[in-house]
């Protein structure tokens, strides 16, 4: 199982990037998918989970952030609008049975820095 996520850099504040995270040894479709991210010295967060038309959003994040999937490419995105300094993190996608607590794959991260 691979989870490559792509997409990330530098923008200004009010900004937009759009994330992807291409899967491979698993079908997404059959997974719940989500986004975290993590910034230096805090904890990792959740930022917005799919599972299949169901979307749950971070407070922080809602209203700008929108997850979506593409299941024939077997490609999660993480649309992100309005970006503020404190988006500032690396963001990572994961996959878990969606009768399980735990994320069981995890990406690898991409660089989102606001400045």
């Known amino acids: 199982v691979q989870l490559v996520e792509s997409g990330g850099g530098f923008v200004q504040p009010g900004g937009s990037l759009r994330l992807s995270c291409a899967a491979s040894g698993l079908t997404i479709s059959r997974y719940c998918m989500g986004w975290f991210r993590q910034a230096p010295g805090k904890e990792r967060e959740g930022v917005a989970t799919i599972r299949g038309g169901r979307t749950t959003y971070a407070d922080s994040v809602q209203g700008r952030f929108t997850i979506s999937k593409d299941d024939a490419k077997n490609t999660l995105y993480l649309q992100m609008n309005s970006l503020k300094l404190e988006d500032t993190a690396m963001y990572y996608c994961?996959?878990?049975?969606?009768?399980?607590?735990?994320?069981?794959?995890w990406g690898q991260g991409t660089q989102v820095t606001v400045s």
């Open positions: 994961a996959a878990k049975y969606c009768w399980t607590n735990e994320y069981n794959y």
